[in-house]
């Protein structure tokens, strides 16, 4: 072994350091996580020594101001409802997703609506060239004098740029590409990681520059690297779609700065991302008319009600053990939705197969969209054709009863902008929705009841 080195275990999920190899992490339980390292022994001088920091002093909470306009539109409205409103100043931004999902597309539209409003930016590539940025920019628009280009990946030479210029937002692509001399590992390797991530947060909260870093994924769709990279960052977001299809899903997984429920849409297009303003008519977009198994339900992500196309196709099985399959949804959802129909409502499911899909790639997993699976599966055994003009939600419990959602007004009205005729929902919703006009309302206490009034349609 070479001198002042020593071969150490990182764990990839939470970055417990070891200094044999162990089958499972004793911090955070997770199994085959650990990883052989080179690191050095030998110390260096400090950056601190370079750079002497001043002494902090504890601040009284009420006397800290805050301004109206602390946060920072970055000219994308999808984007700042995933953030909470905006751009926060100082702020450590983490956007992941699968190779050629419009990771560095988005970021690089984003750079261009700021510098389009006089904020300065700093885009910093380890992956690409500047020719390489300047063909994908061209086919995004122009762009002015604002935005600068940095083909960089030496912390400590990143760090002296952004010291010397002072840019007001920074876009990082990608953390997996950076490195620190200090230490010896590969890049993207925990230990890099890990210390670039803190050498950029150290940067965001001293100088207030808010920076976004892209991360790669592993085959799981994780975020590559150890776990601790997602708690040192203040926001989380995935990039989620088929990168053949032509939509895309923002969604936050972490926000310190807002809420997390909220998702946002865009569609990929020659000229960029394009945002896609109502998702409910995007996703509605195609639907086969008069066919059976197929019923339009209604989920809330954060405080944006999505309709979706549920559909379902019950077959009879032709071997022993009818087949399950459930794609955007859960499958143990699925297969309690199917035992309750079974026994309360008395539709014999057991020896068929049942296949459920929510069309458009959407993965909802709210409870309020299982009066739409029941009913999708309704239509399809008994090949009851529900009417395109039908919205239903509603969540169903283990005694057939169809309980309360929340935001049952909000859900009524966006089928009622998208020229839906008759809504079906739980009957202890009445009070928040009994007082809309211009649209049918059903409700329903049980499964039964919902099930007697499609088959009167």
Known sequence: MLKNKKTVYFCQECGYESAKWMGQCP????????????????????????????????????????????????????????????????????????????????????????????????????EESLRQIKLRADRLGTFNDKLKLLCETNLENIREVIERTKPDV???????????????????????????????????????????????????GNVAGPRVLEHMVDTVLYFEGDRHASYRILRAVKNRFGSTNEIGVF???????????????????????????????????GTRPILVEIQALVCQSNFGIPRRTAVGTDFNRVNLLMAVLEKKAGVHLASSDAYVNIAGGMKMTEPAIDLGICLALISSCKDIVIPDSVMVFGEIGLSGEVRAVSMAGQRVQEAKKLGFETVILPEVNRAATESIKGIRLVYVAGISDAISFIRNL
């Open 27 to 126: 911090a955070c339980k997770a199994w085959n996580t650990f990883v052989e390292e080179t690191v050095s022994t030998k110390k260096t001088a400090s950056s601190n020594a370079k750079n002497p920091q001043k002494k902090s002093d504890p601040v009284v909470l009420k006397d800290i101001s805050l301004s109206a306009d602390e946060r920072q539109s970055c000219g994308i409205g999808e984007l700042d409802r995933v953030l909470g409103g905006g751009i926060v100043p100082g702020s450590l931004v983490l956007v992941g997703g699968d190779p050629g999902i419009g990771k560095s597309t988005l970021l690089l539209q984003v750079c261009r609506n700021l510098s389009a409003q006089g904020v300065s930016v700093l885009y910093i590539s380890g």
């Open 170 to 220: 920074a876009v990082v692509d990608s953390i997996q590409t950076m490195f620190h001399e200090d230490i010896t590992s590969a890049p993207g390797s925990v230990s890099q990681v890990r210390e670039s991530t803190n050498v950029l947060m150290q940067i965001a909260k001293g100088m207030g520059v808010s920076i976004f870093i892209v991360g790669h994924v592993t085959k799981e």
């Open 267 to 301: 569609e990929m297009q020659n000229t960029g991302l394009e945002e896609v303003k109502n998702p409910s008519e995007f996703l509605l977009n195609g639907r086969p008319e008069n066919a059976s198994g197929s019923v339009v339900a209604c989920s809330m992500e």
